[in-house]
């Protein structure tokens, strides 16, 4: 099983800097301050970063992580995708901002605006899909999942013995049998409210926002509480479940009982953490 503390690292302190790095797949979500400093010679290894929305907590590290890896002695022209909601206008000045400091540079970046359902290839077996948010205002905000392209037998055989699935082979061929599925293997939410669990089913892992501890704490529906954020790993049947984006309204003494006492009480089965700045603290 996909492990948080094997897979996973980044860095998670709202409204000042979040990032998430998927290492087995390459894979950067968002791109907050620090970044480049934290990978250090990682740098050179994403291959994609895919940005939730424009806020400055999840951008402003752009520019410092692109230029280091074109000016820093190592791979300097290895190419890189940055996938962001179309029309997203904190991404589209960030974008503006390099073009301006840098005139005399070309970057090895490709841009790919994406909408909700849109699609990036992730090597031959896995694909990088986006999904709509909801985290207020008027600007494209998106969550994104790995689907790994698997395939399986067909539902309509699993109940039959293993000497009639070999005569079934033999008659007609393993093909006739299988059918194709995707496995959600590492999903995020970015900042927003609550996704809908159909949309993370299954994942191996779920980074999800989890921002107030009670509801009340809450003035307009642009983050998700820890409760909600545990249902929808309930929901889903995710295998681990990541909190992100703890507010630092709350004391961490007092919080990180309070929150362990949220998941204990509980339906959700699996594991769960909480990733707060550059820790990832185990909440069972």
């Not at 402003?60 to 022209?77: E, N, T, V, Y």
């Not at 909408?115 to 998106?142: I, N």
């Not at 204990?264 to 707060?276: H, N, Q, R, V």
Request: include cysteine; proline fraction near 4%.
């Amino acid at each position: 099983m996909a492990s948080p503390t094997r897979d996973i690292t980044g860095f998670s302190r709202a409204m000042f800097s979040n990032w998430c790095w998927h290492e087995p797949f390459q894979l950067l979500i968002d791109a907050g301050e620090g970044l480049q400093l934290a990978l250090g010679q990682k740098i050179w290894a994403p291959e994609v970063v895919a940005l939730t929305h424009g806020h400055s907590d999840h951008v402003l590290g752009l520019p410092g992580f692109i230029a280091s890896r074109k000016f820093a002695k190592g791979a300097q022209d290895k190419p890189f995708t940055v996938v962001f909601p179309e029309g997203n206008n904190g991404v589209l000045a960030v974008r503006e901002l390099l073009a301006r400091m840098w005139s005399a540079t070309a970057f090895p970046v490709t841009w790919v605006p994406i909408r909700a359902g849109g699609e990036v290839r992730l090597g031959k077996t896995r694909v990088l899909q986006a999904f709509a948010t909801s985290h207020g205002g008027s600007e494209p905000t998106m969550g994104y999942a790995v689907l790994e392209e698997r395939r399986r037998l067909r539902r309509e055989y699993s109940g039959l013995s293993e000497l009639e699935i070999r005569e079934l082979v033999r008659q007609g061929g393993r093909d006739a049998l299988m059918e194709g599925y995707r496995q959600v293997r590492f999903a995020h939410s970015g900042d927003a409210m609550p996704v809908d669990p159909a949309l993370v089913d299954g994942a191996d892992i779920l980074v999800h926002d989890a921002t107030f501890l009670d509801a009340g704490d809450r003035k307009r529906d642009i983050h998700a509480t820890t409760a909600e954020a545990i249902e929808v790993g309930r929901a889903a049947g995710v295998g681990c479940l990541v909190l992100h984006h703890l507010s630092i309204r709350y004391d961490r003494s007092a919080a990180l009982p309070a929150l362990r006492a949220q998941v204990a009480a509980s339906a959700f089965t699996g594991e769960c953490w909480l990733l707060d700045d550059a820790r990832l603290i185990n909440l069972r």
